[in-house]
């Protein structure tokens, strides 16, 4: 499934807009943040940036599930003749067909990744709602199962749901509910090796996994390499999203969200980043590390549905303006894209490419 765009109602619960970038600490608990805010063009100017309208030349649709770069990307979109869903690569050389479905199947495309060589994604249908894995040469050709051995695959929206780590590529599967299984298949195919693992887990960075404590009431991370356990400081007065080296923690006030902060996994580090209007856009935190991609709702949002998108760079302390009135924003990969809606309902993706700035 895709990350959701925060709801307008969620977004504005809290302090009025134009709060979001605030300075001080909750507690003397977090260093002072300079208000320094700037456009993307004046923090960014080299960056790589892309646009790519939503409507297809034979006229549906295209709806990306992740950018390969500011102008390519794999998607759906319905075919021409309204019964069948396509999975694309589209890019300025064309459009590539890899999977053609009914859709009175319902199928389900989702956990997409990629490599230098090769793409791979999870699909399903109503009729056969086990989960395959697929996988396609990236470079052209045609795509191919790789496993229908999938367990009961569990997907969160992250770019970890799938990760390709030492020529294997792995996702989880429930396992009861007291434990998950890491399972992996070599990334030409072959058989399936399962590892399971007490508790309940998700995947990040290789070769760790998070547990975020809503079952076990612990946030913790576990390296499979070493077998070893990080405990996640938390003070209970926050909601933490952690990946191994930076933890989103949502500040709850008496009713409603107070603030933003990252902060290291063992507490370090802290930095108040926003205040109680914003939100989260996408569901992993801290891109490459370094940025926060946080959704900001503006006077009109709860008409429009849409809100301002910001980054906040953990490298210089700015919040940098990316878009007004986004309809939705998504990451992966260090790609951020986004959609906005123009004149006569047209909608445009516009992608920005962290890794360049």
Same mark, same amino acid.
């Given at each position: 499934?895709?990350?959701? &765009?925060?709801? *307008?109602?969620?977004?504005?619960?809290?302090?009025?807009? %134009?709060?979001? #970038?605030?300075?001080?600490?909750?507690?003397?608990?977090?260093?002072?943040?300079?208000?320094?805010?700037?456009?993307? #063009?004046?923090? &960014?100017?080299?960056?790589?940036?892309?646009?790519?309208?939503? %409507?297809?030349?034979?006229?549906?649709?295209?709806?990306?599930?992740?950018?390969?770069?500011?102008?390519?990307?794999?998607?759906? !979109?319905?075919?021409?003749?309204?019964?069948?869903?396509?999975?694309?690569?589209?890019?300025?050389? %064309?459009?590539?067909?890899?999977?053609?479905?009914?859709?009175?199947?319902?199928?389900?495309?989702?956990?997409?990744?990629?490599?230098?060589?090769? #793409?791979?994604?999870?699909?399903?249908?109503?009729?056969?709602?086990?989960?395959?894995?697929?996988?396609?040469?990236?470079?052209?050709?045609?795509?191919? #199962?790789?496993?229908?051995?999938?367990?009961?695959?569990?997907?969160?929206?992250?770019?970890?749901?799938?990760?390709?780590?030492? %020529?294997?590529?792995?996702?989880?599967?429930? !396992?009861?509910?007291? !434990?998950?299984?890491?399972?992996?298949?070599?990334?030409?195919?072959?058989?399936?090796?399962?590892?399971?693992?007490?508790?309940?887990?998700?995947?990040?960075?290789?070769?760790?996994?998070?547990?975020?404590?809503?079952?076990?009431?612990?946030?913790?991370?576990?390296?499979?390499?070493?077998?070893?356990?990080? !405990?996640?400081?938390?003070?209970?007065?926050?909601?933490?999203?952690?990946?191994?080296?930076?933890?989103?923690?949502?500040?709850?006030?008496?009713?409603?969200?107070?603030?933003?902060?990252?902060?290291?996994?063992?507490?370090?580090?802290?930095?108040?980043?926003?205040?109680?209007?914003?939100?989260?856009?996408?569901?992993?935190?801290?891109?490459?590390?370094?940025?926060?991609?946080?959704?900001?709702?503006?006077?009109?949002?709860?008409?429009?549905?849409?809100?301002?998108?910001?980054?906040?760079?953990?490298?210089?302390?700015?919040?940098?303006? *990316?878009?007004?009135?986004?309809?939705?924003?998504?990451?992966?990969?260090?790609?951020? &894209?986004?959609?906005?809606?123009?004149?006569?309902?047209?909608?445009?993706?516009?992608?920005?490419?962290?890794?360049?700035?």
């Amino acid at each position: 499934m895709k990350p959701r &765009w925060p709801s *307008i109602a969620a977004l504005a619960v809290a302090l009025a807009a %134009g709060t979001a #970038l605030i300075t001080g600490s909750i507690g003397g608990s977090s260093a002072p943040i300079a208000p320094t805010r700037t456009s993307a #063009l004046s923090a &960014w100017p080299d960056a790589a940036r892309g646009e790519m309208a939503a %409507g297809l030349d034979d006229g549906p649709l295209f709806s990306p599930s992740m950018f390969l770069d500011t102008a390519t990307a794999i998607g759906t !979109a319905p075919a021409p003749n309204g019964a069948e869903t396509r999975l694309l690569v589209r890019s300025p050389a %064309g459009m590539r067909e890899l999977r053609r479905v009914s859709l009175a199947d319902n199928p389900q495309f989702e956990a997409f990744t990629a490599t230098d060589d090769q #793409l791979f994604w999870a699909e399903s249908t109503a009729a056969s709602p086990a989960v395959r894995l697929w996988t396609a040469p990236r470079a052209g050709g045609a795509a191919r #199962l790789l496993t229908r051995d999938t367990g009961s695959a569990v997907f969160y929206g992250t770019q970890y749901d799938l990760v390709v780590a030492e %020529g294997r590529l792995r996702w989880t599967a429930a !396992a009861g509910s007291t !434990a998950t299984q890491i399972r992996s298949i070599p990334v030409g195919g072959g058989s399936v090796s399962v590892r399971t693992e007490p508790g309940q887990w998700s995947q990040s960075a290789w070769p760790w996994l998070v547990d975020d404590g809503s079952t076990s009431g612990e946030p913790r991370l576990r390296n499979l390499a070493t077998n070893r356990d990080v !405990a996640v400081a938390n003070s209970g007065l926050a909601q933490l999203t952690c990946n191994p080296s930076w933890c989103r923690a949502m500040i709850m006030g008496e009713e409603t969200p107070a603030a933003i902060e990252l902060v290291r996994p063992d507490g370090s580090d802290r930095r108040r980043i926003a205040g109680g209007a914003a939100q989260a856009a996408v569901t992993d935190v801290a891109i490459l590390d370094r940025f926060e991609i946080l959704a900001e709702p503006g006077p009109a949002s709860d008409v429009t549905g849409a809100s301002g998108l910001v980054v906040y760079d953990l490298a210089t302390g700015r919040t940098v303006d *990316i878009a007004p009135n986004v309809d939705g924003a998504f990451a992966r990969g260090g790609l951020l &894209w986004w959609s906005t809606t123009g004149d006569y309902e047209e909608i445009t993706w516009h992608t920005l490419d962290l890794r360049t700035v």
